[in-house]
């Protein structure tokens, strides 16, 4: 969606293809669309800090360390997590 309002994306996924447990056809697939619209993907991506330079941009730090940080203007850090909805009524 970030990517279609102009703003330069870039995907750091930690496993080795984006859409774990997804056909590996559709994955495939995705990936290459992904690219084609101009978002780049950096994947086996384990980010290990963010931290705030003083320039108010962010450097992302990876594991393995050899990786050089990525310097952002903004980060959207989605880590997966299944959420705490238990006894809020919500239809399952």
């Not at 995907?11 to 590996?24: H, I, P, S």
């Not at 941009?57 to 990876?62: E, I, M």
């Amino acid at each position: 969606i970030l990517n279609g309002l102009g703003a330069h994306v870039t995907l750091c996924y930690r496993g080795e293809q984006v859409l774990r447990g997804f056909d590996d056809d559709v994955r495939t697939h995705l990936f290459e669309e992904m690219v084609k619209k101009g978002i780049t993907v950096l994947l086996q991506q384990d980010v290990v800090h963010i931290d705030k330079r003083n320039d108010a941009s962010l450097s992302v730090a990876f594991n393995p360390t050899q990786n050089t940080p990525l310097v952002v203007d903004t980060v959207l850090y989605a880590t997966g997590r299944v959420p705490n909805t238990q006894g809020l009524g919500l239809v399952e």
